[in-house]
């Protein structure tokens, strides 16, 4: 007997067939889809259409330069210069090293003003043009139009004003020209778009050639703080020559040529500066092609390791650079407040030798401290000569003899015995003094030097509780000296108190014109060169290596300008 099955339970069967038989089409279709596409309009979720978005985002972003091959030109023109030190940050506007002022400073960032790189004058920079009171208290800057920061913005005053009025702002670490600056400004005042008005509360002729160290930075960039880490510091944005282009921690720094620069664009298309410590390391990497530019040779190499084989690719670039090494002499110490000792002493320094010896030629003689090319000074002065005899008979006459016969001058049963300071680890120095202690124990004069570290050093400074000390200035093609030699001048150590020169130093100050600034300051010369409260030594002489593939290349005050060198391509 056959049982027939219920009639409900059949319907539920079919539509079960149905959907078994729909699912396996679908599954079906999705697999031929996979394989070979389809034109199905499936519907995406929420998901899927966020992903597609970054997905097709991520797609526009270009990519990174490094992937993209370098023309043969471009190669051609990268320039590669070795750097001694990795620096903390590149903003020249902060407390900073040489190595990092001298690769963001007139390269990525610019100054109002700027000296020319041959003749050490000031020329206008961002500043197209300004105008100096009669008093020397107001300075009025017009600003170049068309001016771009390398992000694009505009440069405009507001820039210089947010600019110049960080130097009264404590929390920012601002570098070393804020104590150049800061005693004479007073404020800062934005006339138009593309003028300012710069007011001090002192008169100082010398404010071009202190503003010249001074960048302009990005006011959009700085305006929640500037300090080492910010972002502006790091990744900086100027309006020179160069923009930053990339940075490898503890290994290189990049420059690119400003294509929208308001000035000429650099010839140089890549600026590339290598981290290398080692000096010798530096040379050797010149040699074999892997640089283009020696910045410094050192005393231990030159001149030995300019051979003819070096001279066939490279050529030398020599600049006598402002500053100088002296020795201080603390007037206010018994033996040499008489003026006839102190001039002994600097006539028993054979300054030639050192140079020849010590120095193997980076240094020259000087009679002052003015830099000669600037016009200041006195040009027809001549250095003290080295002169045993004339300095035995001016110690005679000062009363210094050896009375004891223990060959050793002295008075009122003092020995002539000169402590003198100086830095601990100045390797050159300590040569120097060397010979020099030789030659004053020739003529009965015992030198001892005392290495110090440079805190203990200051301190000994400031406190006058010091007999000499050897130091060095650093300082500018136009120089204010009344810091060093003024009576109330903060770095007057030695305590030099002469009412003349005061006055000349006071005059040399407020002169606006530099025709005036030479008389003026060759009376001050005059002054230090007779009354010699320091012995001027030398000062100093760079010589650069550089590939013979580049021209144009002046080596002055503010280092390389590379925005000026031309490149030989062999494809051009």
């Not at 210069?81 to 190595?99: E, Q, S, Y």
């Not at 066939?312 to 402002?322: C, G, I, L, S, W």
């Not at 002054?527 to 012995?535: E, K, N």
Request: aromatic share 10%; glycine share 6%.
């Amino acid at each position: 007997m056959k049982i027939a099955p219920h009639k409900e339970s059949r319907s539920k069967t079919t539509a079960l067939g149905k959907r078994i038989c729909f699912f396996l089409l679908c599954m079906l279709l999705l697999t031929s889809c996979l394989k070979s596409g389809c034109d199905i309009d499936v519907p995406q979720t929420p998901y899927q259409e966020e992903m597609n978005k970054e997905r097709l985002l991520r797609s526009q972003i270009q990519k990174p330069d490094a992937a993209v091959p370098i023309s043969k030109e471009k190669k051609a023109r990268t320039v590669t210069v070795p750097m001694k030190r990795d620096p903390r940050h590149l903003n020249p506007a902060l407390k900073i090293g040489t190595w990092g002022y001298r690769i963001s400073m007139h390269n990525i960032f610019e100054s109002l003003v700027k000296r020319d790189p041959k003749t050490g004058k000031i020329i206008p920079g961002l500043a197209g043009s300004w105008t100096i009171s009669p008093d020397a208290k107001t300075y009025t800057f017009t600003l170049r139009p068309g001016v771009n920061w390398h992000d694009g913005k505009p440069f405009s005053a507001q820039d210089v004003r947010y600019s110049l009025s960080r130097v009264t702002d404590p929390r920012t670490p601002l570098g070393q020209f804020k104590e150049d600056f800061r005693p004479y400004y007073k404020r800062v005042d934005v006339v138009g778009p593309l003028e300012i008005r710069l007011v001090l509360g002192t008169a100082n002729a010398f404010l071009l050639d202190h503003l010249v160290e001074y960048p302009m930075v990005p006011q959009h960039i700085f305006s929640r703080g500037m300090y080492p880490g910010s972002r502006g510091s790091q990744h900086p944005i100027g309006t020179g020559p160069f923009r930053f282009e990339s940075r490898k921690k503890g290994s290189e720094i990049v420059l690119a040529s400003n294509q929208n620069y308001w000035g000429t664009v650099p010839h140089i298309q890549v600026l590339r500066f290598r981290l290398v410590e080692d000096w010798g390391k530096a040379l050797t990497d010149l040699k074999r092609g892997e640089l283009d530019v020696l910045p410094q040779m050192i005393r231990q190499h030159y001149p030995e390791q300019i051979t003819k084989r070096v001279k066939q690719n490279f050529n030398e670039v020599r600049f006598a650079a402002p500053g100088f090494s002296y020795i201080l002499w603390n007037t206010r110490h018994g033996m040499l407040r008489d003026f006839r000792v102190r001039r002994a002493f600097t006539m028993l320094t054979d300054r030639e030798r050192l140079v020849k010896e010590v120095h193997n030629g980076l240094a020259r003689v000087i009679a002052g401290p003015f830099w000669r090319p600037s016009g200041l000074g006195d040009p027809k002065l001549k250095p003290w000569p080295y002169d045993p005899i004339e300095a035995r008979n001016l110690l005679d006459k000062a009363g210094w003899r050896d009375r004891d016969g223990d060959k050793i001058r002295d008075k009122d049963e003092e020995p002539m015995r000169i402590v003198l300071m100086q830095p601990v680890g100045a390797d050159v120095l300590k040569d120097e003094l060397k010979i020099l202690s030789a030659e004053f124990a020739k003529s009965g004069i015992e030198l001892v030097s005392v290495p110090t570290d440079w805190p203990m050093m200051q301190r000994r400074l400031r406190s006058g509780r010091f007999m000499a000390a050897a130091l060095k200035w650093e300082g500018r093609p136009a120089e204010d000296f009344s810091p060093l030699f003024h009576s109330t001048g903060k770095q007057n150590f030695g305590v030099i108190a002469n009412l003349m020169l005061d006055r000349y130093l006071i005059r040399l100050r407020v002169t606006r014109k530099r025709s005036e600034r030479q008389p003026r300051s060759a009376q001050i010369e005059q002054i230090l060169h007779s009354y010699q409260p320091a012995t001027f030594l030398h000062a100093p002489v760079s010589v650069a290596l550089v590939h013979k593939r580049l021209s144009n290349v002046v080596l002055g005050p503010d280092w390389f300008n590379f925005a000026g060198i031309k490149v030989k391509v062999e494809t051009e």
